[in-house]
Structure formats: structure tokens, C-alpha cells
């Protein structure tokens, strides 16, 4: 079946450090892929999403490629800043009929925590 | 912007209490939302799939006595979560699906963190 798997975190970096929290997919067709972002106490926010092979979502400075090839959507930022300490998940739609989306698929999630 | 509320943000209650959560979309119509569990630094599990005008879709392992869901309109979905237990402890966080937008994704609320004593 589908799935999603996220390198395990915690990942503790330090303000200015460059990001990249992998990601990689299992799945039939063509699905969408998405990052989301939970913040402390908080519901999920989108952050980036991209819905064909080699779209690159890109949002607040974060980035991520589509890969089919290597069936990877790797979240990358260059310089973080505290305000970015959260859980990341990757997800992807196990349905795309004519560009619809069915329910998500999400990853384990992979903590995050910036130091100044 | 699309914006899902969910009500309560927090309850906590005694075993055996049933428990209401709402999940309405306040600037679009859904005719499908979701509804997931988290348990502590664990991801998202997908519980049902709500669907207005017709029967939730459970997912295997969800009891769907347990777990009452109701899409009464395009705007309002409820989980009732019956007889709560220790067990039944979680983070529940809903999402919605604008209709007729197929290319946009899915818009969660902030989610419900229910206490069972």
C-alpha cells in the first residue's frame, strides 16, 4: 500500500544552520506530495505541496522537490531561524483523479528545535 | 484564507462521559472532511472520512460505535467520541476539503486535546 517514511528526529540545529529532513514515498499513480507544519499545541498547517513530478513547492524559505525518480520530496531550508522549532510531516494524497485528493497519507513526523 | 475551526480546543472529562467535537469550515463549503488521531510524538492516523448527506467511511480498526460522526451540513462536521475511557485520550485534529476546488489541499483545524480521568 501507500506509504510515507521521514528520517527520524529529533533534529536540534543551530539559528543560521541549513536544513534537510528526508522524506521518501511508496505509492501507485501519481499522488500529490505535502509538507506540513504543527507548531506547540497546535493543528497541522500546510507549508508546501507539490503535484507533479520535479514541481518544487517552495513557502517562508523552505523548499522540497517531487523526485519520481528516486521517489523522494526532501524538505530543505537554508538558514532557520527559531521561530521554525515544530513538527514536520510529510504526507502524500493516495488519490489523484484529474487533480482531486483523496485523504492523506502522513509521515512519522520529525521534531525540530533551533537553538539561538 | 480557508479556515477550519474545531470546538473545543481542550476538554478534559470523566470515564464514561460521551464527548462532542465540532469541526466547521467558516468560509467555504465541504462536502467531504476528516477526521485523525494523534497520540503523543506519534503522526496522524486517519479515523473516517465524513461526508455530507451520507454514512461516515471508517478505517479498519475504528469502532464506528465508538466514534459517531455526522456531516449535518456542508459546513459542520461532529465527532462523538461515547462512553469516553482512559484509553480514548488524544489529540483529534479534523480537516476539510473545500468542494468543488479539487486542485486545493486540505484544511485542518487546530485540533482537540481530550483528557479522559
Same mark, same amino acid.
Given at each position: ?23 521518501? =514515498? ?28 520535479? $514541481? ?9 522537490? =517531487? ?16 521561530? $521554525? ?8 494524497? $493516495? ?22 | ?8 480546543? /481542550?476538554?478534559? &472529562? ?8 465540532? &469541526? ?8 467531504? +472532511?476528516? /477526521?485523525?488521531?494523534?497520540? !503523543?510524538?506519534?503522526?496522524? +492516523?486517519? +479515523? ?12 479498519? %480498526? ?23 475511557? !482512559? ?6 485534529? &479534523?480537516?476539510? /476539503? !473545500?468542494? %468543488? ?17
Amino acid at each position: 500500500g501507500n506509504s510515507v517514511t521521514q528520517m527520524e528526529g529529533p533534529v536540534t540545529l543551530s539559528e543560521e544552520a541549513f536544513l534537510t529532513i528526508n522524506c521518501t =514515498y511508496t505509492a501507485t499513480g501519481y499522488p500529490s506530495l505535502f509538507w506540513y507544519v504543527q507548531y506547540p499545541g497546535e493543528g497541522l498547517q500546510l507549508l508546501l505541496k507539490a503535484t507533479k513530478a520535479d $514541481d518544487k513547492g517552495s513557502n517562508k524559505g523552505f523548499e522540497a522537490t =517531487y523526485r519520481k525518480e528516486t521517489t523522494s520530496f526532501h524538505l530543505e531550508k537554508g538558514s532557520v531561524q527559531v521561530s $521554525d522549532s515544530a513538527v514536520y510531516f510529510c504526507a502524500l494524497s $493516495d488519490q489523484n483523479y484529474g487533480g482531486s485528493q483523496g485523504n492523506l497519507i502522513f509521515g512519522k513526523g520529525t521534531k525540530l528545535s533551533v537553538k539561538p | 484564507g480557508a479556515v477550519v475551526s474545531q470546538h473545543p480546543s /481542550w476538554v478534559i &472529562c470523566k470515564s464514561g462521559t460521551s464527548v462532542k467535537i465540532e &469541526c466547521r469550515s467558516l468560509d467555504f463549503q465541504a462536502t467531504t +472532511m476528516f /477526521w485523525y488521531r494523534q497520540f !503523543p510524538k506519534q503522526s496522524l +492516523m486517519l +479515523m473516517a472520512t465524513s461526508n455530507e448527506g451520507s454514512k461516515a467511511t471508517y478505517e479498519q %480498526g475504528v469502532e464506528k460505535d465508538k466514534f459517531l460522526i455526522n456531516h449535518a451540513s456542508l459546513t459542520l462536521s461532529t465527532l462523538t467520541v461515547t462512553s469516553a475511557h !482512559p484509553e480514548d485520550s488524544s489529540f483529534y485534529i &479534523c480537516s476539510a /476539503w !473545500p468542494a %468543488g476546488r479539487v486542485s486545493q489541499p486540505q484544511h485542518f483545524g487546530d485540533g482537540t486535546r481530550l483528557s479522559i480521568l
